[in-house]
């Protein structure tokens, strides 16, 4: 716990203390004018800070102050043009090229800008050498997957990626970690349960990004009963709620109760409509964190139904989806079949599609291949490419040179290297965040600024630790583990995927990475309040702060399996997203999604003139297929226009 705070620490914790607006580049002493064109640029390789690292976010935050301006140098002209500039170099942005290579032709002339230092937006990849092995993590989105099926469209692109869904199973090793019995635990921690414990997870579907779909629900209750430090009662009512499930509404129909369900927060059905014991809230309240960034506090109770979460059985409702529900809560076994798991999440995805609108970027043409292909970022933005990536370089004006009804020309004007410069296109595609569009496109209606404002995003940490072995797992039994009370809610081994020549850890002795997840949430509040204060938490927490967290966590739970953190960590990437999933709606707050009509999304996407907007943000949707979704919208409004 104690060891010696290292370099690394330095450039992404000191550094940012100090509040130096450095690129990781800046500090390795790499060419600051064209980072990317030095041999040593290898973004997925850094570890700390990762996400939206150092030095990514500035610019945007200047302009967001409205200080950007005031500072900035004259804008100098690239005399660049092109057909289409895209800002963002996320999924959609990078659909969106490929979609309009396919409606215009090969030639087509693109320039795609990104302020991070990678491509891929949330679909980030984290490589770690650890003793000479080679192992890869998830710094974002972890597979394909979605509550709803996938649209024709989104899985077109799939298939031309030459990723066969359904061949899943063929790279999953699904008896690694079940064969030496480990499996998902709860973690309760002594502040707030009284004690540091490691528990049996009685419902395993909960806990995290496990595999494990054990439906054996009474006999690890059981477990769970004998050794969880939770009151007695607690335990008493959670049997009943399996047990004896009872109607808490009489007299109403299935629609009254879902209107009822829709407009309460889980945690308050529980405590004020079933009466039972608060610790059943306590051990629950984390559990939607992967999927909302926020607590049962404020998700409604329609949606823990939708989940299976105990406490409905006796309400006898009708299984169709009720008014308001979260289509993430909405079951679906079509869509719960279409999965499919990439060492590095779909950054496999990112990758392949900028392997397609550049080739000589990344080797080879398969889906198996792109797992170990080494990206050449010297490539991604050459003069001979017709489709270029230009990474560290934040748009910040978006505008037409005259009246957006008739002009024929956009000029984007964005910062890189401490200078601004401008291209000109005949069409803009807007793949960004949303919340960021207001600041940089002026000539946006206020209804529609106002909306775009509205897509807040949901704040994470998607922590990659890569361990020396993974012993101390094996020895304290679990391969998942769910912590309720702690700094990150949720610790997982690596899923046992092997692919392209990539082989996933099948020993303890051997290396691996473990993923952790954190909400930074703050209960009580509205969804947006907790977004908005876990982003500045996240923005304000050094890398030193985190690593004392996420060594200290570990150490707990871990512990009695021998786990020593000086000794058991070989390096951590923190990837940091306060501006992490697409908010979607939810039925506590947002009483249009209740009452139907336009949804802010619908109004934040319209086009302006030759400008159209794209990114998960536009469906309000966190998932990949609607960042293809909105891409292949926004192309289609320029294309067809
Ligand atoms: C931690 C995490 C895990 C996820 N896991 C999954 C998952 O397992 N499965 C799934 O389907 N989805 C997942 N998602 C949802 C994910 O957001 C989508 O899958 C998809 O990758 C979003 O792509 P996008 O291009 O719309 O947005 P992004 O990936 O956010 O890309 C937008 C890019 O635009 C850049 N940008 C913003 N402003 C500017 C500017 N002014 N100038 C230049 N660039 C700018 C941003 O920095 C970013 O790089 C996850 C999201 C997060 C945050």
Redesign the pocket.
């Known amino acids: 716990m104690h060891r010696r705070i290292t370099r690394r620490d330095f450039i992404n914790g000191v550094a940012v203390t100090a509040g130096a607006a450095m690129m990781p580049w800046q500090l390795l002493a790499i060419d600051t004018q064209a980072p990317e064109k030095s041999p040593g640029y290898y973004p997925p390789a850094l570890t700390g800070m990762r996400g ?1 690292h150092p030095g ?1 976010f500035d610019v ?1 935050h200047s302009l967001r102050d409205g200080t950007f301006w005031d500072a900035a140098a004259k804008p100098e002209d690239t005399g660049e043009v092109y057909d289409l500039i895209i ?8 659909s969106a090229a490929h979609f309009y290579r396919k409606a215009i032709g090969g030639k087509a002339r693109i320039l795609i ?4 230092d990678d491509f ?4 980030k990849r984290n490589e770690f050498r650890i003793n000479n092995t080679f192992r890869l993590g998830f710094g ?7 509550p709803a099926p996938y649209s024709a469209v989104a899985k077109g692109v799939i298939e031309e990626l030459g990723i066969d869904v359904p061949s899943y199973s063929k790279f999953l090793d699904k008896d690694v970690y079940r064969s030496k019995g480990l499996r998902s635990k709860i973690f309760f921690d002594k502040e707030t349960f009284g004690v540091d414990k490691l528990v049996t997870n009685f419902n395993p579907r909960n806990g995290g990004e496990s595999e494990d779909r054990n439906p054996e629900t009474p006999q690890l209750l059981r477990e769970f009963f004998a050794d969880a430090p939770i009151a007695e009662q607690a335990k008493r009512d959670l049997q009943e709620l399996y047990d004896h499930p009872k109607d808490y509404y009489p007299g109403l129909t299935s629609d009254e109760k879902k209107a009822k369900l829709a407009r309460i927060s889980y945690a308050n059905y529980l405590t004020d409509v079933a009466g039972v014991h608060h610790d059943i809230v306590k051990v629950f309240q984390a559990m939607p964190h992967g999927l909302f960034g926020v607590g049962f506090d404020a998700v409604a109770a329609q949606d823990a139904w939708g989940f299976d979460m105990p406490g409905f059985a006796g309400l006898k409702l009708d299984p169709a989806p009720g008014k308001g529900m979260n289509r993430d809560a909405i079951p679906n076994e079509e869509a719960e079949k279409y999965f499919f798991h990439f060492p590095d ?2 950054a496999s995805i990112a990758r392949m599609l900028v392997r397609k609108l550049i080739p000589e970027t990344l080797s080879g043409h398969t889906a198996s291949d792109i797992v170990l292909a080494k990206a050449n970022y010297a490539k991604l933005d050459d003069s001979s490419s017709p489709v270029k990536i230009r990474l560290n ?4 004006r978006v505008k037409h040179l005259g009246n957006p009804a008739s002009e024929k020309e956009v000029e984007v004007a ?1 910062a890189r290297g401490g200078k601004v410069y401008t291209a000109r296109a005949k069409n803009a595609i807007l ?3 949303h919340v ?1 569009i207001p600041y ?1 496109c002026d000539e946006i209606p206020d209804k529609q600024k106002e909306a775009l404002a509205s897509a807040q995003k ?1 704040p ?1 940490l ?1 922590t990659n630790v890569a361990l020396r072995n993974w012993t101390s797992f094996q020895k304290v039994g679990a391969n998942s583990v769910y912590a309720p009370g702690m700094y990150h809610s949720g610790v997982n081994l690596d899923l046992p995927v092997s692919i392209g020549g990539y082989e996933c850890a099948r020993k303890p002795e051997e290396p691996i990475v473990a993923h952790m997840m954190k909400a930074a949430c703050h209960p009580g509040l509205p969804a947006r309040q907790q977004h908005s204060f876990g982003r500045i938490e996240l923005y304000t927490t050094t890398f030193e702060t985190m690593e004392r967290k996420i060594r200290d966590q570990l150490a707990r739970t871990l512990g009695p399996g021998g786990f020593d953190p000086a000794r058991d960590i070989a390096a951590i990437t923190v ?1 940091r ?1 306060p ?4 908010y979607e709606y939810n039925s506590l707050f947002d009483t249009f999604w209740l009452e139907g009509g336009e949804t802010p999304c619908e109004v934040a996407r319209k086009p302006i003139g030759r400008i159209s907007i ?4 536009a469906g309000a949707y ?6 293809i979704n ?1 891409a292949y919208r926004a192309v289609n409004e320029i294309t067809k226009a």
Do not use: K, R
């Open positions: 939206s990514s945007a800002v963002g170099g996320g999924i959609s942005g990078l800008l990104d302020n991070h891929g937006g949330h679909a974002g989105t972890f597979s394909i997957e979605s999440g779909n370089s934040t748009a910040v964005y793949a960004c965040w960021m940089i949901v994470l998607y990837n997203w501006h992490g999933y697409a794209a990114n998960a943000d966190a998932y990949t297929d609607e960042a909105q």
